[in-house]
């Protein structure tokens, strides 16, 4: 669903750029509070996984192909405001390095892409798991419908900014009906890697998923006619702190470099959702060249490597590696933010 240069008009792409770049200052700030020794480490990992998914695009009708979005993904795993942050680290690298979504309508990408699907499938996934019972296996129900959801809320989102700035003159019911229809479809495709992903983290190391906080209720027992909390029934596990979390983070990556690297080969061609619908009501025909179409890695493949293979492969790789470099880096910046004003809190509450 990335939108290229010229399907909105400028002041619509400048208002949602200003909108991104405010969403994006409140997720540095909320991402402070979110992010500490469990969160921290797999924050850029989990935007090098959504990059490498994101290349895979699956077919899910005639001609039309869908590919991950990942703001119910992040959001669950790393939080909401670390995942709006997670999703606009993927759409930048996209959009600078490999000519994917426009430059100028980066604001329209991060809006529609990250803000809307985070925000929309995480009030989605804190409402089912307050009535579902308190099991990790609600925390994966949870995470499929609210990722289901959030496909289709970015579509109506799109049709919304069309409406208001699109740049040809299609009707708009025409456009909401399209949009809608062939998201619905993709979002189910989406809901299933989101929750199986979810799924294996939470099966392993389910002090990692944010969404799984607190979750986990103790067993009752009824003394006297009054419930109490049973005895552990085995020693408490180590803290969490003091937990390593370099095998996951290792699997993690190496799963991601070998998506990007070498399952991407056999991804659908066909035109995504947002492209097939384009082209079949003319809304392409004022699309502009990207200004990064001379990339050496230009449609997620090495310049001058004739081999498709090999080339595609090898930016895939690059690609994961750029963004969990530039997303480690990020989170780490905040990370140390946030350990920097605990200190001085700390020590102006020794001072008093």
Known sequence: MHVPDGFIDAPTSVATGVIAAGALAVSLRGARRELDERTAPLAGLVAA????????????????????????????????????????????????????????????????????????????????????????????????????????AAAVAFTLLYAVGGTTDVSIGKVATAMIGVHVLIGIGEAMITALTVGAVIAVRPDLVYGARGLQQRLKLRVDGELVDAPDAAPAPAPAAARSHRPLWITGLVTSLVLAGVVSFYASADPDGLEKVAHDHGIDKTEKEHAAADSPLADYGVKDISDDRLSGGLAGVIGVGVTVVVGSGVFWAVRRRRSAAEDSASTAGGAA
Not at 118 to 132: M, N, P
Not at 135 to 145: G, H, N, Y
């Open 49 to 152: 996984f959504i990059f490498a998914v994101q290349m895979l695009n699956f077919p899910v009708a005639a001609g039309t192909s869908g590919h991950l979005l990942g703001g119910a993904l992040a959001a669950i795993l790393v939080g909401p405001c670390t995942g709006v942050l997670c999703v606009s680290v993927v759409l930048l690298m996209q959009g600078l390095l490999f000519a994917d979504g426009g430059l100028t309508a980066l604001g329209v990408n991060i809006t529609d892409m990250a803000i809307v699907t985070t925000v929309v499938s995480y009030a989605v996934f804190r409402g089912l798991v307050k009535v579902l019972p308190r099991r990790r296996r609600s925390v994966t129900v949870a995470s499929f419908v609210a990722a289901l959801l959030s496909v289709p």
